[in-house]
């Protein structure tokens, strides 16, 4: 099960006690509103993220809840695949990789897929498999960059949901490179593609951090079989919906 309260606190602030990017541009405070309306209609007890890094959300994950929660953390790069040397040339990613393996052993209910394609069938079969219920309760895609990558992702991905649970993605504007971001009419383009399978798109810029690179984290997207479990949320940020139902 998810503490709520805790994850509030631990994503609000920093080791220095300030507030983070992530509640600055808004993101935090929303997954918190959609964790709870999960929880509302049973106990989360699996989750998964697609987009490693440095493995510090997936260790977050593991202290804000119970024991009986599973976590599963996906992740393109696999550092130690002879394969995959060959991207060491991003250093960053896969250095960050390394020690988010190194650390995932402190956690026995946290399982790491490595080296995998997060938006093929396959993966998504790998993922289930590690957990003992039928579906996630929740999903968040932390690695689909790009608008366009949702439209792999989200029919990968949707079916590993359950009844109940809900998918989660923060994307850019656009394009996820700094200083490239596309327009938001190209946006909405690409939104109403993923409209068509039942994504909810916010736009969450007004949230975001000014000081970092002003690119990232504009807009959020939520997919749930039952997207009326999730109501009160979608009225919350009604204001910030540019594509998707704007009233249940």
């Known amino acids: 099960m998810l503490d709520i309260n805790k994850y509030k606190q631990t994503v609000s602030t920093s080791a220095r006690g300030e507030p983070t990017r992530s509640e600055k541009r808004g993101f935090t405070n929303f997954v ?13 007890k699996s989750l998964c993220e697609i987009g490693v890094s440095w493995g510090h959300k997936q260790r977050m994950w ?33 250095d960050a990789l390394i020690d988010a393996k190194k650390k995932a052993v402190m956690y026995p209910k946290l399982t790491l897929i490595l080296g995998e394609d997060g938006y093929i069938p396959e993966t998504v079969d790998i993922a289930l498999s590690t957990i003992s219920s039928e579906k996630f ?39 996820g490179e700094p200083q490239q971001d596309v327009s938001l009419i190209q946006n909405k383009i690409w939104f109403e593609e993923l409209v068509v399978q039942g994504m909810v798109i916010f736009d ?21 079989p039952n ?15 540019v594509a998707g139902k704007s009233s249940i």
């Open 32 to 44: 918190a509103d959609m964790l709870e309306a999960a929880q509302q209609q049973q106990p989360i």
């Open 62 to 94: 593991c202290e804000v809840t119970t024991d009986d929660c599973e976590i599963v953390g996906v992740d393109i790069y696999d550092p130690d695949r002879p394969e995959h040397y060959a991207l060491r040339n991003n250093h960053h990613h896969i």
């Open 137 to 175: 309760d929740i999903v968040i895609d932390d690695g689909a960059v790009r608008w366009p990558n949702m439209r792999e992702s989200l029919p990968s991905w949707s079916r590993a949901v359950s009844n109940t649970g809900c998918y989660i993605t923060e994307t850019p504007t656009g394009n």
């Open 204 to 224: 969450l810029s007004e949230f975001k951090d000014i000081i970092e690179n002003d690119h990232y984290g504009n807009f959020v997207g939520i997919w749930a």
């Open 227 to 241: 997207l009326d479990l999730y109501t009160t949320v979608i009225k919350k940020y009604e204001e910030y919906i």
